[in-house]
């Protein structure tokens, strides 16, 4: 398949990680911020394929992952209580929250459905205007136009009885968060191809300059990959920090305009709890006070609650790159997708998700 296969072609991806290897003289750690990335990384093992003083960390790029408890029982309490008809992308229904998830609250009288789009979720409320359908806006960047979209296109219809629960972070600032942490161990960056197609490359420059750390933009294929960390490993070596382009073919410098400006008009910037890291300032994205009709943190009496977690996941540690999902005692034993104790083992871009679907049997340990 064009623009998939080349970028899985053996050989280039083979030459690619013995050109890291030539140019690799110091231990280095990259974190690639996608989930998307993450996933690719693991199941082609391509940190294999690395020499050994090149470490890869996993980022906070699983927007499921990092949507706080407090906004799960939120929407467990949007359809249970208030009776809405809560919609919502499949990977959120199992991420726990501090009492039951969304496949529990359907399992209990909840009207919970899937959907593909949250333009889906608009044809609900039509199709049901007498119910109350909230959609589970999730997401980073990436997912925000579609998001916005589907409020202008309320509006416009008269939908009145369609609003969304808003979960929506920021990728730059996670960054910085993650930068400027203590314990931090990040050299270097993968950022995410798709975000950067929406929102461009000029908000990178400014943080790699202060940090000290290159930002590679690059997409999800082994080759992609492979090229972003070969260019960060040539910049660490040669002592230089700034930003390039490894995804030319979909990132223009600007971003989607188009899409930006559907963005900023019905959103924005605020502060976010991201679940396992705590509140990093202005790193998500808010409804607008002219669209509060839409809003559904603002149309439903809704209880606020601190963000217990589970004592015995590390998704913090892991989603900060300070560990890996096999450092954590209780992977693959008491955390598994079927009975996961964090997101970061429920979602499809969860690292801890990635490792157990394809390492989990490399990491167990030798029969006696």
């Known amino acids: 398949m064009k623009y998939v296969d080349e970028y899985r072609d053996a050989a280039l991806v083979r030459k690619l990680a013995d050109a890291i290897a030539r140019v690799t003289t110091r231990p280095w750690t990259i974190m690639e911020i996608c ?90 409320a039509k199709a049901n205007p007498t119910k109350p359908v909230v959609f589970f806006a999730v997401g980073f960047e990436t997912t925000a136009p579609a998001n916005a979209m589907s409020v202008l296109l309320a509006e416009r219809d008269g939908v009145k009885n369609f609003s969304i629960l808003t979960s929506h972070v920021l990728v730059p600032p996670a960054m910085r968060a993650i930068l400027g942490s203590p314990d931090n161990r990040v050299q270097g960056f993968l950022a995410a191809g798709h975000v950067c197609t929406i929102m461009g490359v000029e908000e990178y420059g400014p943080i790699a300059k202060e940090y000290g750390a290159p930002i590679i933009i690059t997409g999800f294929e082994p080759v992609d990959i492979l090229e972003g960390i070969l260019l960060c490993v040539k910049q660490l070596e040669s002592g230089r920090a700034e930003v390039e382009n490894a995804y030319s073919r979909a990132v223009r410098t600007e971003g989607n305009t188009h899409a930006r400006t559907i963005v900023e008009t019905v959103f924005e910037v605020a502060d976010r709890d991201w679940r396992g890291i705590g509140v990093i300032p202005q790193s998500g994205l808010a409804v607008r006070a002219k669209y509060a009709a839409y809003d559904a943190a603002k149309r439903f009496p809704l209880t606020t609650t601190a963000d217990h977690g589970c004592t015995e996941c590390i998704s913090g540690e892991i989603m900060r790159g300070v560990k890996k999902p096999h450092d954590c005692p209780a992977f693959g034993t008491r955390c598994k997708p079927e009975h996961p104790l964090g997101a970061p083992m429920v979602s499809s871009e969860g690292a801890c998700a990635a490792y157990y679907r394809y390492r989990s049997r490399t990491l167990e340990p030798a029969a006696t």
Do not use: W
């Open 35 to 124: 989930g998307g990335q993450t996933h690719a990384i693991v199941k082609f093992g391509l940190d294999d394929l690395l020499p050994k003083n090149i470490t890869l960390v996993h980022g906070p790029g699983c927007p499921v992952c990092v949507t706080s408890a407090d906004l799960i029982d939120q929407a467990v309490e949007l359809t249970l209580k208030h009776g809405a008809i809560l919609c919502s992308f499949g990977d959120m229904l199992r991420v726990p929250g501090n009492g039951i998830d969304l496949l529990t609250a359907k399992a209990r009288g909840g009207d919970v459905r899937i959907v593909y789009s949250p333009l889906d979720a608009v044809g609900i």
